[in-house]
């Protein structure tokens, strides 16, 4: 154990000289989460199409998309509000 306490976690400064003084952290952070949603919906379009298209007969199917969807949805909400809605 360390004897020092713990510190608050700090973004690297050398990280922040990159970016303009008018946007701030929460901002970019935003942005990310955002691309990280498009990308995510994207994807998941994709796969329940190949996986309703080749895969339909399986009772699974169904359901499973329904999870997928509701977890996802939940956490990505969480992500983007810090503010769980359940």
Known sequence: MPDQP?????????????????ISQGTVAGWFLLFVLVFWAIYTLVAIYHWLKYSHASL?????????????FVLIVYALSGTLFI
């Not at 510190?7 to 008018?22: C, D, G, V």
């Not at 699974?60 to 996802?72: E, R, T, W």
């Open 60 to 72: 699974v199917a169904i359901p499973a998309i329904a999870v997928h969807l509701g977890v996802s």
């Open 6 to 22: 713990l510190q608050a976690f700090a973004p690297p400064s050398a990280l922040l000289s990159y970016l303009p003084t008018s």
